[in-house]
């Protein structure tokens, strides 16, 4: 993608207006407790302490509105105590030019080294430093000072307070996570019905495994709907695709095919009934005809083999989901009876064992696993976190010089600007800043209109500060124009609530604002860390964890341990973190002024869909893992060490711009072939696998005809392909699906 039309993609989606669910109770909330400190503080002590616990205030409540899944009250208190410390710290130092500009890069490069534990610490950390840029000019005094960051703390207590006091929908984040991942799997089974290979976003599940995640006071008052639902959630989806997919058996048509249907729907129903209720905190109401899909008796005479044991399993997992969620467990028992009753008789699954809950450190507890965090960034000799935090420290200095050499006054507006914009990846950096300077010039726009107009005193000022505000809290999550211009008039009206004229903030303001936003994107395109070059690199790293969570799967039919199986757990989870990190780069290349050094677009694609089909095969063999009483099938153990072992050779060979080659994976089954199938379900699951890879291997060689890697070797190695899509690009094959139905 070339500059040009880059800066048209950052600048129109920084100008985007999104449609998300606005939260006027928690806006009202925040406004309420930054009105209560500005009075306050305005009765007790004046203007100028008011304003500086206004900030700290002010602060404290858009912390509360971070995505976290800590209690709200913590993060205010983290937010206020620490903007405290940075303005006190700042206040002393600031008398001394070098003294002060060295403690803005320190402070700077920490705040920026902060992301590394964390978006939301990476934010909180950020906004400190940016708002501590104004808060050391209002102190007159070192005990001032102390006075001021006391004010500052009281601010983020008052907003704790608040919240303790007038809790929002109480648990709301993690009901509608886990509420999401039940709705999230009910759409995977209704399209399941009609595509039975439809791919599946696990993105749901993760945040709801984030949410599950509970600090030790968290877990003492966590409603009981959302204690055991995740876990169940997590089997479920691995048991529904293994029903409809044809490979476990199931034909295309037929009275088979018709009954999965039924029961697919079915599920899908009583899934979106567990998700309203956990979601509203209302009891459960069971679906009639949802229910009476699982109580026909026929169902064993219809599914036989490995789709009969998913559609019992599928029976048990949804009885327990409803259970969790709230349902009498009485009718639901009784609505599933048919069908336990021929489970029983037909088979004696192991009920699996309950998910280890998840902890999470406390806000004390947190500090060294964010230094751990950090130091890891550090040692990385290609890390994005330490490029940005470079990036940021030397930008934030240059621009505090610039401001202070210019005869504007207010200098600190260009380095507040830059820190606030900058973030680790261009696509933000780049829109923020866009959205920043529009946002301002509008906000600064309208009050100083309304300065000029009404003339405001000290109380009318704090007043519009608190309205700018509350308008800043409703709209923050649609868009970064309508947030900044609601802050552009929030600081305006403060300043002058103490006693400065708007003279002194809005011209110096705005052509700062655009010198902080340049110095930002100039500092991006000078010192990048452009996530292109890296794509075959979390390319190479998804398809280690791919290849390690297949191995495991099938290691598992050598060794039967039942459904609980740690270790699959575990590998499904790095799997799923590489995946993400895959997307994520994706997402950040796509705007990225970088040519795609061997890996296009539709390479990308196709070396995906490949990926994401081995992790499909995966999962319907985790489906079915035998039980304890199974007869062990000795060829798995070796299939998966070849597995293993080629996919790590095959990482590096992406990570060389080699096309991968899997003869060894090859052998194993040829030799498994040789020495019978115990057991079909692993064997046919074993041979889709070998298919990805090869599907992998035809997407990366972009300069052979398909389905040219068989057994004799690979194609010739696309070292001196540069991937470009100019030239029409041969026929990929019917793809894994197909084959899966044959």
């Known amino acids: 993608m070339s500059w040009l039309r880059a800066l048209r993609e950052t600048t129109r989606s920084g100008l985007t207006v999104e449609r998300k669910r606005l939260e006027p109770l928690i806006a009202v909330r925040g406004a309420a407790g930054l009105a209560l400190v500005i009075a306050v503080s305005l009765w007790a002590f004046g203007p100028g302490a008011a304003a500086s616990s206004a900030f700290g205030a002010y602060q404290a409540a858009i912390a509360t509105f971070q995505r976290s ?320 935090a470079t990036r940021v420290a030397a930008v934030a200095a240059t621009g505090y010089m610039i401001g202070t050499a210019l005869p504007l006054g207010h200098g600190y507006w260009a380095p507040l600007t830059s820190v606030m914009v900058m973030r680790p990846d261009f696509s933000q950096t780049y829109s923020r800043a866009v959205a920043r300077f529009g946002g301002t010039l509008v906000g600064v726009t309208l009050a100083t209109a309304v300065v000029r107009v009404a003339d405001p005193g000290t109380y009318l000022s704090g007043t519009l500060a608190v309205l700018s505000a509350a308008l800043m809290y409703l709209l923050m999550r649609t868009g970064q124009m309508a947030a900044q211009a609601c802050v552009a008039a929030y600081v305006v009206f403060l300043l002058g609530m103490g006693g400065e004229q708007w003279t002194q903030t809005v011209p110096e303001r705005v052509i700062l604002t655009l010198i902080g936003g340049l110095l930002a994107m100039l500092a991006y395109a000078v010192y990048p860390a452009w996530e292109t070059p890296r794509l075959r690199t979390r390319l190479a790293e998804w398809l280690t964890a791919q290849g390690r969570y297949a191995a495991t799967v099938v290691n598992q039919y050598t060794h039967p341990v039942g459904q609980a199986a740690p270790d699959v757990r575990e590998a499904l989870l790095a799997a799923r973190t590489a995946r993400a990190a895959w997307h994520t780069a994706v997402a950040r290349a796509k705007d990225e002024p970088v040519r795609h050094r061997g890996v296009s677009r539709t390479v990308a694609d196709d070396a995906e869909d490949a990926l994401a089909q081995m992790g499909r095969v ?108 100019d030239g029409p690009r041969p026929p990929k094959n019917e793809g894994s699906a197909a084959r899966r139905g044959k």
Do not use: C
Request: hydrophobic content about 45%; glycine content about 6%.
């Open 618 to 725: 995966a999962m319907l063999m985790e489906a079915h893992l035998p039980e304890r009483d199974a007869t062990p099938v000795p060829a798995a153990a070796r299939f998966a060490e070849a597995l293993r072992t080629a996919t790590e050779q095959g990482a590096k060979a992406v990570r060389e711009r080699r096309v991968p080659r899997w003869d060894a994976v090859r052998t194993a089954l040829e030799t498994w072939d040789s020495e019978g199938i115990p057991d079909a379900v692993v064997r046919r699951g074993a041979g889709l696998l070998l298919e990805s890879l090869v599907e992998l291997s035809e997407a990366l060689d972009t300069a052979v005809p398909p389905m040219t890697l068989d057994g004799s070797g690979s194609a010739a190695q696309a070292e001196d392909d540069d991937g470009n899509d």
């Open 69 to 388: 899944w800590r209690p709200r009250p913590e993060l205010a208190l983290a937010s206020g105590t620490s903007l405290a410390v940075s303005t006190f710290v700042g206040y002393v130092t600031i008398s001394h030019f070098v003294l002060f500009l060295a403690l803005l890069v320190v402070w700077t490069f920490l705040a920026g080294m902060s992301w590394a534990a964390g978006p939301t610490i990476g934010l909180i950390a950020s906004s400190n430093v940016a708002i501590m840029l104004v808060t050391v000019t209002l102190p007159t005094s070192v005990a001032e000072a102390a006075g001021h960051g006391a004010m500052m703390i009281v601010g983020g207590l008052v907003q704790a307070a608040l919240i303790v006091l007038f809790p929002v929908r109480r648990w709301g984040a993690h009901r509608d996570a886990l509420a999401d991942a039940l709705a999230a799997e009910a759409d995977y089974a209704r399209r399941l019905r009609h595509d039975p290979v439809a791919p599946f976003d696990p993105l749901p599940l993760m945040e709801a495994r984030n949410a599950a995640a509970l600090t030790p006071r968290q877990a003492r008052t966590r409603p009981a709907e959302l204690h055991g639902a995740r876990g169940l959630a997590e089997r479920i989806r691995p048991v529904l695709a293994s029903l409809a997919d044809p490979a476990m058996g199931v034909p295309g048509e037929g009275p088979a095919r018709d009954r999965v249907r039924e029961l697919l729907s079915a599920a899908a129903a009583i899934l979106d009934a567990a998700a309203r209720a956990i979601r509203h905190g209302a009891p459960v109401t069971l679906p009639p005809g949802a229910v009476a899909a699982f109580r026909t008796p026929d169902t064993g005479a219809i599914l036989t083999g490995p789709p009969y044991r998913a559609a019992t399993r599928l029976g048990r997992l949804l009885e327990d989901v409803l259970e969790t969620a709230g349902a009498p467990p009485e009718p639901v028992r009784r609505s599933f009876r048919p069908l336990r009753t021929i489970r029983r008789r037909r088979t004696r699954p192991s009920r699996p064992a309950p998910v280890t809950p998840l902890s999470r450190p406390t806000l004390i507890g947190l500090i060294p696993v964010a230094l751990q965090a950090m130091r890891k960034e550090l040692l990385h000799k290609d890390s994005q976190i330490t490029r940005h």
